[in-house]
């Protein structure tokens, strides 16, 4: 999942918000804090099976939230006490938890 990350950041819909810069260099910090989860339950429930890895990774991680622009998964909000949310609402939550 990490080249799924490094090619949904390569993307240039995310031009007028943050230079590819800024995403290669936010990316080369990621890949040096991510750890690896080993996936030990498995899940069969996203309407595009492409995209379970993700909820197996939340799963197994144990996660509190996925953030993600992705309908596939937003639809299944909330999965297992793991809030499936938008960029969006994730910033909302965050600023609005900091004041």
Do not use: M, W
């Amino acid at each position: 999942t990490l080249n799924e990350l490094a090619e949904v950041l390569s993307r240039p819909k995310f031009d007028p918000y943050i230079s590819l810069n800024d995403r290669q260099e936010f990316f080369r910090v990621f890949g040096r804090v991510a750890e690896r989860v080993p996936i030990v339950r498995r899940v069969h429930v996203c309407r595009d099976p492409k995209d379970d890895k993700f909820l197996e990774l939340a799963i197994n991680g144990q996660a509190s939230h996925i953030v993600t622009g992705d309908q596939d998964l937003l639809v299944l909000h909330p999965f297992h006490n793991i809030q499936i949310i938008t960029p969006a609402n994730y910033l909302e939550n965050t600023r609005g938890s900091s004041k």
